[in-house]
């Protein structure tokens, strides 16, 4: 027996009927391979005590971690929607206070009335959430003061107000804009000419109303030789509004209104039709408006807010857009009195 074997202790049970002895036998060579083993778990404890707390540790952050990520993408989304609504809420705004601001004109509100300090572009679709936030607060106080100064009394207007030919002359949702006021090229000659109102393309037949209250001042083709020059409208109707305001209407199909009747703004006075100049059924619309005491045909777009009106800031400092005076004459017209 080697020294590693010989006995450390000894534990030994004995049966009380003197049956057969058991022994434990704990040797040199077993306590060191007990206290190797025993080390071995030791360690074994110890490292999984110590790694536990780092392993729930990581356990917590990554739950956390999913919970803000998904909160942040809750949040995302709000603003992504928050922002949506915004540039929708400037597009409405935007468009109020172009309507505004022609209003502003028509009723006469001083020129420093209907100014604005604002720039007049709507924000860019990637403009940051600041400056869009600052657009939307300066723009609602433009459109307040214009409502004040809308809302104003004393105003000297030409025409009783129920008389401003405000309206639209067609349901526009079932017209097209074929030319502008202002210069275009003439399909009938080539040549770039001036056009002194709006021609609005439409169904034959469709219904034209008067824009504002006024009484019938012509009613049909224009015969005499004097006033050739308002033939290439076809059939027409003038409307007399007051005060030096005019509307013309032409290449109509039917007139339903004879000479010296009174209408209401928004009433039917005829019918859509391609007499005259015209090579589609279409409205030829025209505004005048007194200028230096003269009826001078005037952009349209000032006064039926549903035509377009792109360049605004021109039409509003010259609402006549430097076009020749060389528009017909009412006073060519034998009209009613």
């Not at 936030?133 to 809302?151: K, M, P, V, Y």
Request: with cysteine; hydrophobic share 45%.
């Amino acid at each position: 027996m080697g020294v590693g074997d010989q006995p450390l202790w000894e534990v030994q049970w004995h049966s009380g009927g003197g049956g057969r002895v058991r022994r434990l036998v704990l040797t040199r060579r077993g306590g060191r391979v007990l206290a190797a083993v025993l080390g071995l778990v030791l360690v074994l404890v110890l490292a999984v005590v110590g790694i536990l707390p780092i392993g729930l540790r990581g356990v917590l952050e990554r739950i956390t971690v999913r919970a803000l990520r998904r909160e942040n993408r809750v949040l995302r989304a709000e603003q992504a929607s928050l922002r949506e609504r915004a540039l929708a809420s400037a597009e409405v705004l935007h468009a109020q206070l172009h309507r505004a601001r022609r209003l502003a004109w028509v009723v006469a509100v001083p020129e420093q009335g209907w100014q604005t300090g604002v720039p007049a572009e709507r924000p860019a679709a990637d403009a940051v959430n600041d400056d869009l936030t600052a657009w939307l607060a300066a723009r609602g106080g433009e459109l307040e003061r214009f409502a004040a100064e809308l809302a104003a009394p004393g105003r000297e207007l030409p025409c009783p107000l129920p008389a401003l030919p405000t309206g639209a002359p067609l349901d526009m949702r079932r017209a097209v804009p074929v030319a502008a006021y202002g210069w275009w090229t003439s399909p009938f000659t080539g040549k770039r000419d001036a056009s002194h109102g709006v021609t609005l393309a439409a169904s034959a037949g469709e219904p034209v109303l008067a824009p504002g209250a006024g009484r019938v001042a012509w009613a049909g083709a224009v015969r005499e030789r004097r006033a050739n020059e308002w033939t290439r409208f076809g059939t027409l109707v003038i409307l007399d509004h007051g005060g030096g305001v005019w509307t013309v209407f032409g290449h109509l199909r039917d007139v339903v209104v004879r000479r010296g009747q009174r209408v209401v703004r928004g009433e039917r006075i005829a019918t859509v039709g391609n007499t005259g100049w015209t090579r589609v059924p279409a409205l030829y619309f025209e505004v005048r408006w007194p200028v230096a005491g003269e009826s001078v045909p005037v952009d349209p777009a000032l006064f039926s807010l549903a035509l377009p009106l792109p360049e605004l800031d021109a039409r509003l400092v010259d609402p006549r857009g430097e076009l020749p005076a060389d528009w017909a004459k009412l006073e060519h017209l034998r009209l009613a009195r």
